[in-house]
């Protein structure tokens, strides 16, 4: 049994399916990612799928609506329930808001996201749409740090799949996401493990 005091607490934000925070979730049950549990699963989408998913392993999942509060009336929320179970890195797993300086400022450096293109290429939404209509032939998946430019931040992986002639955004959406299952756990684990250093833009690896 891993000494469960010493862990890095990761929060998950999820708006949809948590494809991606299962992954972690699996990663973290098979050993590959050390060091680390998921602590809490937030949506602010209470219709969210995964927010089944997460309860159906286990996980501490709740929804929190951003409502007709402002921005930072909801991510004063989000920050609470993260402080309350003592999360250390926050990953965005297909969560559909903007965070701002307010959210950020509290988890500077420790926040991680990932997105369907090969970035700087196609930021923002439907990227997978934004490649198809580019002609793009390669495309793949990012997971970067969050910082306050869009889907900005310092990369810390990536990986890089065809576009196939006649792909649609299903097609194509499908084989990115089975890339960005392996990519998120792994980016996941480098930096719960601490090996890297951010210098400038670039994400090094240390020993
Ligand atoms: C993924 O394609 C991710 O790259 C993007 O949103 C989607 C989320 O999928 N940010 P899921 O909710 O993890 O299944």
Redesign the pocket.
């Known amino acids: 049994m891993p000494d469960t005091s010493t862990l890095c607490r990761l929060g998950i934000l ?10 972690i979730a699996e990663a973290i049950e098979k050993g590959r990612i050390q060091g680390a549990e998921i602590s809490l699963v937030i949506s602010d989408q209470p219709e969210a799928p ?1 927010l089944e998913r997460a309860a159906e392993r286990g996980l501490k999942a709740l929804t929190i609506e951003k409502g007709d509060g402002t921005r930072e009336e909801h991510e004063q929320q989000l920050l609470t329930a993260l402080s309350e179970s003592q999360v250390d890195v926050v990953c ?5 808001r903007v965070l701002s300086s307010y959210f950020i400022d509290a988890y500077r450096g420790r926040i991680l ?4 293109s090969l970035l700087p290429a196609f930021p923002g939404l439907a ?2 749409r934004q490649t198809l209509d580019h002609g793009a032939k390669w495309t793949g ?1 990012t997971v970067h740090f969050v910082d306050e430019a869009l889907d900005g931040g310092p990369i810390i992986a990536q990986s890089i799949v065809p576009v196939l002639d006649y792909d649609t955004e299903e097609t194509l ?1 499908a084989r ?2 089975e890339q ?1 299952h392996v990519l998120y756990p792994e980016a996941v684990a480098i930096v719960v493990s601490g090996k890297y250093e951010v210098v400038g833009r670039r994400v090094l690896q240390t020993q």
């Not at 965005?92 to 559909?96: D, I, N, T």
């Not at 996201?113 to 369907?116: E, K, M, V």
């Open positions: 999820i708006s949809g399916r948590g494809s991606n925070m299962l992954a995964g965005l797993a297909g969560y559909m996201n990932i997105h369907p990227a997978q998946c959406s990115i996401l960005e």
